[in-house]
Structure formats: structure tokens, C-alpha cells
Nanobody
């Protein structure tokens, strides 16, 4: 599955932004999905993960209450709605897909994911 993430940009602290990840050619229905981010000089970390059935969601502690992950399987699209953005949210954000046989797993480890998008840069100024 080919993933493409977009929607990043330069915003001010406190602003909101929505990232979108689309799949070209294949349905995302068969995949658990996730958003990761990598700040300059740091490792890639989980931001949020969602199960195939759009019910189970997991978040990094740093984004709980501010970010919401969702998916529209009919549109082959994954979203990350981000509110109250902070300078420390500045990073390249990646979407990822994990092949999984069940409908309820949401993975926080990058090792579980099989496909990655190219990333979109989010810069939050103070």
C-alpha cells in the first residue's frame, strides 16, 4: 500500500492543524494505522494509533487531549486532528500501516508497521 501524508505547515503555538494520509490503489480497511513523528535529531516516536474498526485508539502521553486520530475506510483516508499545538510538536509526521488480521489492535511500536508514508513537516512557532 502506498501512503501519502499531507497537511503540514507552519503554525503558531495554540493553533490547530489536520493531517491527512491517503492510500493510493489499495484499501486501508485491512490495516491498523498510525501516526509517528520525528523531530530533528531525535528518534521517531508514536503519536497515535488506531485499529481497523476505528474503535481502539492509543495516544502518546504528550498529545492526549490535544490530538485525535480517526479514519474513513470508505475514503481510504487517515486523519490526525491536532489542537493546541506547541513548539515541541514540531516534527516530520509520518503515517503508517500495519497488516493485521483482527479488527481491534492498535500498535504503538514502529516495528509493527509494514508501510510508511513520506512524511509531512509540522512547524510550530512560539
Amino acid at each position: 500500500v502506498q501512503l501519502q501524508a499531507f497537511g503540514g505547515g507552519l503554525v503558531q503555538a495554540g493553533d490547530s492543524l489536520r493531517l491527512t494520509c491517503t492510500s493510493a490503489g489499495q484499501t486501508i480497511n485491512n490495516y491498523a494505522m498510525g501516526w509517528f513523528r520525528q523531530a530533528l535529531g531525535k528518534e521517531r516516536d508514536i503519536v497515535a494509533a488506531i485499529s481497523r474498526n476505528n474503535i481502539n485508539k492509543r495516544y502518546a502521553d504528550s498529545v492526549k487531549g490535544r490530538f485525535t486520530i480517526s479514519r474513513d475506510n470508505a475514503k481510504n483516508t487517515l486523519y490526525l486532528q491536532m489542537h493546541e499545538l506547541r513548539p515541541e510538536d514540531t516534527a516530520v509526521y509520518y503515517c503508517a500501516a500495519a497488516e493485521v488480521g483482527n479488527y481491534y489492535s492498535a500498535f504503538v511500536s514502529g516495528a509493527e508497521y509494514d508501510y510508511w508514508g513520506q512524511g509531512t513537516l509540522v512547524t510550530v512557532s512560539s
